[in-house]
């Protein structure tokens, strides 16, 4: 048993769902749990439908709701020919369910709402390509991942059930291969004992497909992207960025925690449990090997580069001069954990503290406010966080040219600066 997962970018045209089934058909004969992302940026539109409804404005909601049903529909038009009228019913099924509630007025918090309106967007996509399969003789299921992944309800950052969702699993997902080779289901939801949905955190599949590929003690996950699979750096910011073939697990949950855009630190652990190897490839050029993350520790990895833009370093110095230790610290720690506010860098000096953060100005608004009895503070916006692991010194003074260093820190493998344009 394999897990593949496709996510928005995959499946945001007809020709990139077209380009699904030819994967698929490059696998016949596997047994393939199929994880599907809602299509495109459907996800960011869905949120703005939660968000109009929220603040009462009805009508916008229902309006932004209607473009995301005529895309579906027109979709639907282009992809299904054989059961289009059944494929139809099924989408307006889950229309209907969304626009029932946008016809209400809020009463419940927002992340309720977010998530009941917000998991719309994995059903349909999962619905449109289960049928457009059928349409093209590639024989699947479509299952409800709601009767499956089981979560507690603590909307859109939600807790898995693990026993639940392996007993679901075992239960009503297993069968399902006895009768066919693929089976299709959505990533990102899940449900409530109550029948509530949830979301599972913004770019959730990927963490839906490791869910799976533990229980069902897959051989492998795929995870199908835009791109040739993990580079050391982001193109963008490194131009001679290059493919690591190969990742080990620990490798990856660091690039994540410092910031590189790869695979969600949750995603690995559940795989690293069971060593389960997880490939990240391109959906475009099958060809090219793309990357393997698993156990093995590859010799020889090239500098990987991490930028982090717009920070902000927060400095707090003790009011009188006494020394920044004990219950100084705690209390900065408290203060940052009450704004849901994780630091990327934190550097005690004698009697001052440094903080770097993301520069998101309420929050630095509200920690300052706070801080500013116990400490005085200052601010410095516009810096660059840039990570290397496994640097050199040719990388160190290439990439810090022409910048202050306003703060470093550093250890065996990983080194970490906080730099200003000069
Ligand atoms: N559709 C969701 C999102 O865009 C989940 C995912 O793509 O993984 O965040
Ligand atoms: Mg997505």
Redesign the pocket.
């Known amino acids: 048993m394999k897990v593949f997962k496709f996510?928005?970018a995959s499946i945001n045209s007809i020709d990139r769902i077209k380009n699904l089934s030819e994967i698929l058909q490059n696998n016949k004969g596997e047994k393939i749990l199929v994880v599907i992302?809602?299509m495109g940026k459907?996800?960011?539109a869905l949120e703005k439908v939660a968000e109009a409804f929220f603040e009462e404005r009805k009508e916008d909601s229902l309006q932004l709701f209607q473009k995301i049903k005529e895309y579906h529909l027109t979709q639907l038009k282009y992809l299904i020919t054989l059961q289009w009228k059944r494929a139809t019913n099924e989408l307006q099924n889950f229309f209907t369910e969304v626009e029932w509630m946008l016809h209400d007025k809020p009463v419940r918090d927002y992340n309720y709402y977010y998530d009941q309106i917000v998991c719309s967007?994995?059903l349909l996509s999962s619905t449109l390509i289960s049928f457009y399969l059928n349409d093209e003789k590639i024989a699947n299921k479509w299952i409800d991942v709601r009767d499956l992944l089981r979560t507690n309800d603590n909307f859109r950052d939600p807790i898995v059930d693990w026993n639940f969702t392996e007993k679901n699993a075992i239960e009503k997902l297993l069968p399902l291969f006895d009768k066919t080779d693929l089976v299709i289901t959505q990533?990102?939801i899940g449900s409530t004992d109550e029948n509530e949905s949830t979301t599972l955190g913004?770019?959730?599949?990927?963490f839906t497909g490791a869910v799976f590929a533990k229980i069902l003690k897959a051989e492998s996950i795929t995870i199908w992207k835009d791109v040739e699979g993990v580079m050391n750096a982001d193109p963008k910011d490194f131009k001679e960025a290059v493919l690591l073939e190969n990742l080990s697990y620990k490798e990856a949950i660091e690039m994540a925690y410092y910031g590189a855009q790869v695979i969600h630190p949750k995603t690995i652990k559940p795989l690293q449990n069971k060593n389960i190897p997880l490939y990240v490839k391109s959906f475009l050029d099958t060809h090219i090997s793309g990357t393997a993350i698993t156990q093995k520790i590859p010799h020889n990895l090239p500098p990987i580069i991490i930028y982090k833009k717009n920070q902000v370093l927060i400095t707090l110095q003790s009011l009188d001069f006494s020394f920044v230790e004990g219950l100084p610290v705690t209390s900065l720690h408290q203060i940052l954990d009450e704004a849901k506010f994780k630091p990327n860098i934190i550097q005690n000096t004698a009697i001052s503290l440094l903080v770097c953060v993301d520069d998101i100005p309420e929050k630095i608004e509200q920690i300052a406010l706070q801080a500013s009895s116990i400490f005085d503070i200052q601010i410095q916006r516009d810096l660059t966080l840039l990570t290397i692991r496994h640097y050199t010194p040719e990388f160190l003074e290439r990439l810090t040219k022409n910048k202050e260093m306003v703060l470093q820190q550093k250890t065996k493998e990983t080194i970490q600066m906080l730099l200003k344009e000069i």
């Open positions: 996510g928005g992302s809602a459907m996800t960011n967007g994995e990533g990102f913004r770019e959730g599949s990927d």
